[in-house]
């Protein structure tokens, strides 16, 4: 790789991550925590493409005249400036992937491929809910409390959960409410699923909802059923969101 | 330093070449812009899945890079080997668990460490110490166990397990190397080209060649790894995933043919989920130590005969030490 070739991976790796940070669709990828670390890495490798594409020390007439290690061709006479090897063009395959596929968040085709979790037990204390207005809570808090909460507090009362469509032709009057629970990355993501009925009419996969459901409890308690463990809700109401929120994604820690 | 990077290159008569790789960058990138959204192949779910997960391993782990890098940029420019060298004691038994400790103060990843490696040889330090540099350092440092950290923030024992097998490692191939003298196995180790350059020079091309070497490798473990979620069926990656002694297995061929970066190379493993942390430890220790990129490293900067006895010896004892301090503490 010559000087110039690295020059523009690196500026092009640059500018793009730092549009990524700037335009927030880096939240599809990594945990919103990792936007200064981003942004910085964004920033020097700009700097470092830039000085390499505008700064050319004078030693060109160096080359020829210095024998450097009597060695001359045992593959280290690449007389480049940064003697930078062939692998590095790789660099530049995530940011044509960007730039051409354009991927975004996990969605209701990933949380077809990977099987949805179930919070492990534990032994925390759960508060109770407000009875006035609906609490919002995470879709992994809302099955965390349904599935060990011994007191029970969910009964009855209302929760508003943002969620993602997924639909499933075993649900004639609802879908699968789902979220990914990723803890570092979008690689890692694996989808927290509640079923929430009382839909008339089916949305297409991978519109996300905001909406306030009440927990339908289990006719036999979880893990002794005979059929799914599914996690069951009735729809109190619905709203369709344009945007997908700020963080798609929810964190365990 | 710039001089040892290693890889045999196209002899310079191949010039020409190198603008049609510029030249092959520029029509991508036109035709990413121009395709974006326009073919129907983009929409296709399993392609934007492979995507997402590609792309997102590779962002995450690009902080971690640059912070790597500006360190071993910085080393660079400023530690000069009779510098490090005045540090590590002359005599193998105390050369060596310091030499190991050396590389948890000096920052950077594997393809940093070894021209350094390469450096404090030529200095005059024992080589078993810097063969104990050369593996403690890109295996235990700072950044590498806060990246993993951040890649596993529901394992914290699993930083102090990759602390343990990686050091180690380090120390018994050291130990091991002392003992027999096995610097007679060691070829001439080739002088680093300081030029009269600037300092701000050096810094930037030792880190920008750093960035891009590893940059490069990174890419291709994340595709790996994204290849592996989709295209492998989940009930074979679960039947592997159930039998330890076969994860094990698997883990250590993949850290040796992916060749990811250390810095990088947790968020690649935490990208498996369903494998058993102890085969994950495996992947996290053999790693940074030994490589198809390390061996054509080694080969480059050491001699191609240290590098035929080097490699087997290093992947023996690390897939042990992580098996057995992955039992112990995982």
Known sequence: MTRGGAATVLVCVGAIIGRLVQSGGFGWFVQQRMRIPLALAALIILAFGLYLLLVHPGDDTDHDGHDHDGHDHDGHDDHDHGRVPKVGWLMALPILVLISVAPTALGASAADRLEAITPLETTERFPPLSSDEPTEMGVYDFIERAVWDDERTLEGAEVRLVGLVVNDDEIDDGFRLTRFLVSCCAADGLPVQVVVHGLAEELPNDTWVDIVVTWRPPEVPYGESEGTDDIEADIVELQILDEPPADPYESPY | ?330
């Open chain 2, 1 to 330: 330093m710039s001089s040892i990077d290693a890889a045999p290159e196209a002899p310079p008569t191949v010039r020409p070449s190198r603008e049609w790789a510029q030249l092959a960058f520029a029509v991508a990138m036109a035709l990413a812009f121009l395709l974006r959204g326009r073919t129907a192949l983009f929409e296709n779910p399993a392609l934007r899945d492979w995507s997402t997960l590609f792309v997102s391993v590779c962002v995450q782990a690009l902080p971690f890079l640059v912070l790597g890098v500006t360190i071993s940029g910085l080393i660079g420019a400023f530690v000069s080997p009779e510098l490090v060298e005045r540090f590590v004691p002359k005599r193998p038994v105390l050369a060596v668990p310091s030499a190991g400790l050396a590389g948890f103060a000096l920052p950077g990843c594997e393809c940093g460490s070894v021209p350094i490696a390469g450096r404090l040889v030529a200095a005059g330090t024992p080589p078993a110490a810097a063969l104990t540099f050369l593996l403690a350092a890109p295996a235990i440092n700072p950044v590498v166990l806060v990246s993993t950290a951040v890649a596993f923030p529901g394992d914290r024992q699993l930083v102090v397990a990759r602390f343990l097998a990686s050091f180690l490692t380090a120390i018994t191939i050291g130990a091991w190397w002392a003992r027999r003298q096995g610097g007679s196995l060691l070829d001439i180790v080739k002088d680093d080209h300081s030029h009269e350059q600037s300092r701000l020079n050096t810094f930037v091309e030792v880190a920008t060649r750093d960035l891009l070497h590893a940059g490069g490798y990174l890419v291709v473990g994340a595709l790996a790894a994204a290849t592996l979620q989709l295209v492998v069926p989940r009930s074979v990656l679960n039947t592997v995933a159930d039998d330890e002694l076969l994860s094990i297995l698997m883990f250590a061929g993949l850290a040796v043919l992916l060749s990811i970066c250390s810095e990088a190379d947790a968020f690649v493993a935490a990208g498996l989920p369903q494998f058993s942390l102890t085969s994950r430890l495996v992947f996290l220790v053999v790693g940074p130590v030994i490589d198809l990129k390390l061996v054509a490293m080694h080969a480059g900067v050491f001699g191609r005969r240290f590098a035929m006895v080097f490699a087997p010896l290093t992947l023996g004892v690390a897939v042990v030490s992580a098996v057995v301090i992955g039992r112990i503490l995982l």
